[in-house]
């Protein structure tokens, strides 16, 4: 069974710093695009990061530019989001997923929700003003 899970979250100051942690398990996805979203209360859920098969392309949310960082380890088949400089409007349920498909790779293609087919439960992300 595979399954994805989350960790890392909790509640910081605005300017504060966090690290998501997302542990995959059932299969490998050493050759497959993996990405964070996150949904806030009211909300739909919105693209955040994106990175492909070896780390050699991301791409970011336009407002998570230059704080936000993703990054992946294959031999622990984990990915992870380093949050610096955190905002209120960063506050959301933050969820890792999976695409299926290999080594394909856009930012369109990576920045849809609609590319993954294998999702985690969700971690809570607070930041007080």
């Known amino acids: 069974q595979v399954q994805l899970v989350e960790s890392g979250g909790g509640l910081v100051q605005a300017g504060g710093s966090l690290r998501l942690s997302c542990q995959a398990s059932?299969?490998?996805?050493?050759?497959?695009?993996m990405g964070w979203f996150r949904q806030a209360p009211g909300k739909e859920r919105e693209f955040v990061a994106a990175i492909n098969y070896n780390g050699a392309n991301t791409n970011y949310l336009g407002s998570v530019k230059g704080r936000f960082t993703i990054s992946r380890d294959n031999a622990k088949n984990t990915m992870y989001l380093q949050m610096n400089n955190l905002e209120p409007e960063d506050t959301a349920v933050y969820y890792c997923?999976?695409?299926?498909?290999?080594?394909?790779?856009?930012?369109?293609?990576?920045?849809?929700?609609?590319?993954?087919?294998?999702w985690g439960q969700g971690t809570q992300v607070t930041v007080s003003s």
């Open positions: 059932g299969r490998t996805f050493s050759t497959n695009i």
């Open positions: 997923a999976a695409d299926r498909s290999p080594y394909r790779y856009s930012p369109d293609y990576a920045s849809s929700a609609a590319t993954y087919d294998y």
